[in-house]
């Protein structure tokens, strides 16, 4: 999938670091994923943090079917390749 290299993105939900609607503290994670020093969700349940980031997308004002998808890519962001 070359369209990832082209711009950084991040390494747990794939969200682009320009599209990133908050300060990044990290060079990996984007404002949401990685916030006061921390990963927001340290588990490794890939479908919990699918449906997370899908809830998080839907309070953001994103169209329902966008999200899906979006939520749907995380599975070939970085932290989750096997
Ligand atoms: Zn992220």
């Known amino acids: 999938m070359p369209f ?3 711009s950084p993105a991040c390494e747990s939900c794939l969200m682009p670091f320009d ?4 300060t990044r503290e990290s060079d990996r994670y984007c404002s949401l994923c ?3 020093g921390k990963l927001c969700y340290e588990g490794s349940d890939l479908k919990e943090f699918q449906s ?3 809830e998080g997308m839907l309070a953001r004002g994103m169209n ?3 999200a899906m998808f979006y939520a749907w890519m995380i599975r070939f962001a970085p932290r989750w390749k096997k």
Do not use: I, T, V
Request: aromatic residues 24%; hydrophobic residues 30%; without cysteine.
């Open 4 to 6: 990832f290299k082209e």
């Open 19 to 22: 599209k990133d609607p908050g």
């Open 34 to 36: 990685f916030r006061d």
């Open 52 to 54: 997370a980031a899908y």
């Open 64 to 66: 329902k079917y966008l």
